[in-house]
């Protein structure tokens, strides 16, 4: 079964500065897609960016950006120039594309405080 | 454009009485819809989903229970909560077969079993 990893319960970041998000995911699959998910205190659930694991090139929106190593199954989120409004839990989740399988696994999340 | 309603948005139930959660989608047919769970401090855990009308896929056995009785409407329910059944529940949604598509997700419930 796919797992997906976030090591940092919680992380900080002053204004302005920037900040890497960890997550590892374990699958014997070869195509795949990941998601990065923002969820601020009023526990809508925002996505934030997704990489499709055939494209070598990493994903970027705006101020975040991906780290995606394929090899190493890591998928590192990074937030430059952080906002207050950045201040949310992170999820990191997998999807696979064969197999007929519908669902996207969640990891358990880092919650990023930004500070002033 | 696509929404998603989920309701009730806060609920309080004593242990020991049932439970039905509903969420309904708008603006697409035959989406994939997905209950999930949010434990306090802990991720999103999939307890079902559905690809389609009675069609229910159980991820993890519990006292829960899952419906969709229409095309746009699945239901959470339960015959007797538990203390373990307080918890943030998502309702989500995707277009089927599009594995690239991200899920878009209710605002949610709070669940209360006191």
């Known amino acids: 079964a796919q797992t997906v990893t976030q090591s940092q319960p919680e992380m900080s970041v002053q204004e302005a500065e920037t900040v890497t998000l960890s997550c590892t995911y374990d699958?014997?699959?070869?195509?795949?897609?990941l998601f990065w998910y923002k969820q601020p205190p009023s526990r809508q659930m925002i996505l934030v960016i997704r990489?499709?694991?055939?494209?070598?090139q990493n994903a970027t929106e705006n101020r975040f950006s991906v780290n995606f190593q394929k090899a190493a199954k890591s998928f590192s989120l990074k937030i430059s120039d952080s906002q207050l409004g950045d201040a949310a839990m992170y999820f990191c989740a997998y999807r696979k594309t064969q197999g007929g399988s519908e669902k996207l696994v969640f990891g358990k999340g880092t919650k990023l405080t930004v500070n002033p | 454009s696509q929404t998603i309603h989920q309701w009730p948005a806060t609920l309080v139930q004593p242990v020991g009485s049932p439970l039905s959660l509903e969420c309904t989608v708008e603006?697409?047919?035959?989406?994939?819809l997905y209950w999930y769970r949010q434990a306090a401090g802990r991720g999103l855990q999939l307890l079902f989903y559905s690809v389609g009308i009675g069609q229910i896929s159980s991820e993890v056995p519990q006292n829960l229970s899952a419906s969709r009785p229409q095309d746009r409407q699945f239901i959470l329910s339960s015959k007797k909560l538990l203390l373990s059944d307080s918890g943030f529940y998502l309702c989500?949604?995707?277009?089927?077969?599009?594995?690239?598509?991200?899920?878009?997700f209710g605002n949610g419930t709070r669940l209360t079993v006191t």
């Open positions: 990489q499709e694991a055939y494209k070598q």
């Open positions: 989500a949604w995707t277009l089927q077969g599009r594995m690239s598509l991200p899920l878009h």
């Open positions: 603006g697409t047919s035959n989406p994939n």
């Open positions: 699958t014997s699959e070869s195509d795949y897609y």
